[in-house]
């Protein structure tokens, strides 16, 4: 057979009839393609696959560990060592580098998902028509004009256009966010039709709810939806992190303070005439010293914390960054379904001829099991299970496979105290008209003893114009008040409800089809929601109160997004217009520059939003400066979940696509995870920033004691080794145990810190100072007064220095608490971490006097009990000199906050 030429694939296959799109395909409509026709179109367009995301490879997650500013300041310091013969200072400095880098790569390796789901769907198999012969296929080895076919429990392997169906409803939330099923029909539709709205097709991923149907494949691989969206992820540029920026940015200013420290105080030495080698060993000294070596350390193992902490509360941080991160978010932007909802279809609303109810939030059995003796609902209900095609035994699974208001309806008369299946078995089906998309109805006749019952259910519209009665408590009764009916059925579709009406006819014979559906008598109408999940609103409000803007993305219909804003706090009653926005009114706006940012800034709903405009939303804000958190659990998520500062995935109903791109994933889907990941992003920042007040102020004693001396006649207060041993042992240890802080308990109830509020600000650099010269007052007061008054040899004079600088550091810790709070009882002092890290700094420091190759190394001598106690008096004296400047000149105080 000879082989066709294959045209390109219709651009837009839903604006085709199903034969204008079998000719452009150029497929047989009875048998399919033929092996030559396949051949040539894989060789043409290539697998059904969607393109691999290259996975980092293990050695370069370890190599990046090291790209870091101050980690090439270490390095320089270790080059500089080895050149100048100092091979215990240089090697010090390597085990530093070394463990830092070994910390992170080991958290982040084991957080690593190897996951690639945006290439899972394509590695199901499809069954095809070809040859003429049916028979099942890989879905990667589809190419556009097969003929698939397709039945409830599929997952649709490629994007396709229906050619025929029976009963076909499709479940799309995971591509386009819409949480209804959609009922699929085969009509031409126009080229601007937005994707959710596209019923004559089938798209890659969705899953079939309902029915079967045969459809023509337009789109393959990286053509499909699926695909373009995997495009966008690929394509979404992911920002640094705002810990990350901090961090760099503090270094940079290190290093070029540490460069000029060393120069000027390594020159003037040597121009007073001291020996050049070793001014230059004190000037590698100083540089050492001005970098706070345990600052990597330290805060790679915060946030380790954290990021453990996080994990036995279900939130697994993939990143170590992105712990802090989540404490700086200004913005987040949660999908609807599945994230604010339960991604559970619910009877929310019952309209009856003389009642009208909500289901109660509380205790809704034991509501139910009164309102089952009113013969209207029970009738109602028992309509629901027999006019349903959902099987009465739960999947393997558990759950229940089909259309999910027919899964409601279920679910309704469990929870009401129906038996399904003694009804089912008291009322056998004896005839089915399928839901059809033209008649908008299902119905059953279902025998009842010697008689027979008509059960069906639909669109009131549809409905109405089968009944001439509607049934009250007291019977039977003529339809008179149809207004009232519809009016009903439009309040309860302004609310976002889906509606469906109830109707059924005893008869004494079974009626033909065609008579099947006449003269039946209305029950009622029923209306049904995706609810939100119970705990959401408090966390809504948590975030509130943080300071935090919570603003809702969604692909669903806008009045069903509203009614779930308002359900869980994210709006009021009375909201105005402005704050729902649809995606087609976001392409629309076309005012000038500041009202447009306004109107976006203001909205706090965004419906029937494309993944491309959930991107440009994201990007929108972080150009507004925002530190955006985006959730979502959808493949229509990925390119947002990406591009966010922060990606937060849902564990539970997440697509793996999702989680793979994210930064954070809850497992178990909870939103209120939220609320505990921002709180420890928030302490871990604020203990980050305690830890680098107290590893600077310590090291500029350092620098400023040797720097005076250096240029002065003094003896120098510390040695080289005894710098680098400070930095390494005494330094370390206080900074971690307060970068394992729990926390101020208020931290929630204050705003979000400013976008670019650095590590660093004024004020702590201003106590930083203050803290780090009070040291240095007490070091040199120590060294003049063991010189000048006690008259001790030098190296006496050195080691007073030295236990004095240590001691001073020590205390320094209880320097860092505000100064609102007690100095007794405070975070500091009740961390118990902190007064483990003194005791074990103190038996450090007496270590290296009592270990011989220690002693030698830090040139220590000894010296009387009388000595150790004027170094306890003067490094006592730095504490209550740094208390007093503190309290009397308010330093650290936090700026007023502008509401």
């Not at 490879?57 to 300041?73: A, N, S």
């Not at 966390?539 to 804003?565: F, K, L, S, Y």
């Amino acid at each position: 057979m000879p082989e066709r030429p294959m045209k390109a694939p219709p651009a837009h296959p839903h604006t085709l009839s199903p034969e204008e799109a079998v000719a452009h395909l150029q497929t047989d409509p009875l048998k399919g393609l033929s092996k030559e026709e396949v051949r040539e179109r894989r060789r043409q367009f290539g697998e059904n696959r969607l393109e691999r995301q290259r996975r980092k490879p293990i050695p370069l997650i370890f190599l990046e560990q090291f790209l870091d500013p101050v980690i090439y300041v270490l390095l320089a310091a270790a080059a500089l060592g080895f050149a100048f013969g100092e091979f215990i200072e240089a090697v010090a400095v390597l085990v530093v580098i070394l463990i830092t880098a070994t910390i992170g790569f080991v958290m982040e390796w084991q957080a690593r998902r190897s996951m690639e789901a945006l290439r899972k769907m394509s590695e199901v198999m499809t069954t095809v028509l070809r040859d003429g012969k049916s028979q099942s296929v890989r879905a990667d080895e589809l190419v556009p004009g097969d003929l698939l076919a397709l039945e409830a429990g599929d997952v649709a392997p490629a994007d396709a256009r229906l050619l025929s169906h029976e009963r076909l409803a499709m479940k799309e939330a995971s591509l386009t966010g819409e949480s209804d099923q959609v009922d699929k029909s085969l009509e031409a539709l126009p080229e601007d039709t937005p994707l959710a709205e596209r019923r004559n097709m089938i798209f890659a991923g969705s899953l079939v709810t309902r029915g079967t149907a045969r459809a023509l494949v337009t789109a393959t691989g990286e053509r499909t939806e699926m695909g373009k969206i995997g495009r966008l992820t690929r394509e979404a540029e992911k920002e640094s992190t705002p810990i990350e920026k901090k961090l760099a940015h503090l270094s940079k200013r290190l290093i070029w303070l540490t460069l000029a420290l060393a120069a000027i105080i390594g020159t003037a030495g040597y121009l007073q005439g001291r020996d050049l080698t070793q001014m230059i060993e004190t000037a590698i000294a100083l540089a050492v010293a001005a970098i706070p070596e345990g600052l990597p350390i330290v805060a790679t193992i915060a946030l380790a914390r954290g990021m453990l902490r996080l994990a036995r509360k279900s939130v697994v941080i993939k990143k170590l960054a992105s712990v802090q991160t989540l404490g700086e978010a200004g913005i987040i932007c949660t999908d609807k379904t599945g994230t604010l909802t339960e991604n559970q279809m619910k009877a929310r609303a019952f309209v009856l001829a003389d009642d009208q109810f909500e289901t109660p939030e509380e205790a809704p059995s034991t509501f139910f099991e009164q309102k089952k003796k009113d013969r209207p609902f029970r009738l109602l209900v028992e309509t629901g299970l027999l006019c349903n095609n959902v099987a009465l035994e739960p999947a393997d699974d558990g759950g229940r496979r089909g259309d999910p208001v027919e899964i409601a309806l279920m679910d309704l008369a469990a929870s009401a105290g129906f038996d399904a299946r003694a009804i089912r078995e008291a009322y056998p089906e004896q005839v089915e008209l399928p839901f059809d998309t033209e008649t908008k109805m299902m119905a059953t006749l279902n025998r009842s003893g010697q008689r027979y019952r008509i059960h069906a259910k639909g669109a009131l519209e549809a409905l109405l114009d089968r009944c001439d009665s509607v049934l009250d408590p007291d019977g039977v009764q003529p339809l008179t008040d149809r207004k009232r009916w519809l009016e009903a059925a439009d309040t309860l579709a302004a609310r976002g409800l889906r509606t469906l009406a109830f109707a059924f006819r005893e008869v004494d014979e079974a009626p033909g089809q065609e008579q099947l559906l006449d003269r039946l008598v209305l029950i009622g109408l029923a209306g049904f929601l995706d609810p939100p999940r119970q705990d959401v609103r408090d966390a809504i409000a948590t975030c509130r109160r943080a300071g935090i803007r919570v603003v809702m993305v969604t692909g669903d219909h806008p009045e069903t997004a509203r009614q779930i804003a308002i359900a869980t706090g994210l709006l009021e009653n009375d909201a105005v217009d402005g704050t729902v926005m649809t995606g087609r009114q976001l392409d629309a706006i076309g005012e000038d520059g500041a009202q447009r940012e306004k109107r976006l800034l203001d909205a706090v709903v965004f419906a029937r939003v494309t993944p491309a405009q959930k991107l440009t939303l994201v990007d929108f804000y972080q150009k507004h400066r925002k530190v955006v958190g985006m959730t979502g659990d959808g493949v229509n998520d990925t390119p947002a979940l990406k591009k966010a500062d922060i990606g937060i995935a849902m564990g539970i109903r997440g697509t793996e696509a999702a989680k793979e791109v994210a930064d954070v994933i809850l497992r178990d889907d909870r939103f209120t995870s939220i609320e505990l990941a921002i709180r420890q992003g928030r302490v871990i920042f604020e203990n980050i920033r305690k830890f680098v007040v107290y590893l600077l102020s310590s090291n500029l004693a350092e620098i400023v004691s040797v720097g005076v001396a250096s240029l002065s006649s003094l003896p120098l207060p510390l040695l080289p080794l005894q710098i680098l041993y400070l930095n390494l042992v005494t330094d370390v240890f206080p900074a971690l145990a307060l970068g394992l802080g729990e926390g101020e308990e208020h931290i929630m109830d204050r705003p979000p810190r400013p976008n670019d509020e650095p590590i660093m600000p004024r004020r702590s650099w201003m106590v930083t100072l203050t803290y780090g010269l009070c040291i240095t007052a007490a070091v040199l007061g120590i060294t003049v007064f063991s010189e000048f008054v006690l008259d001790l040899p030098t190296a006496k004079v050195n080691n007073m220095a030295f236990y004095t600088l240590v001691l001073g550091q020590l205390l320094n810790v209880f320097n860092l608490p505000p100064r609102q709070e007690s100095f007794f009882n405070n975070e500091v002092t009740r961390n118990r971490w902190v007064w483990g890290a003194l005791l074990l700094c103190v038996l450090l420091t007496g270590l290296g006097y009592a270990v011989p190759v220690l002693r030698e190394a830090l040139s220590l001598v000894p010296i009387s009990g009388i000595q150790l106690g004027w170094v306890g008096l003067f490094a006592a004296g730095s504490l209550l000199l740094s208390q007093l400047i503190k309290r009397l000149f308010r330093l650290g105080d936090e700026p007023a906050t502008k509401n």
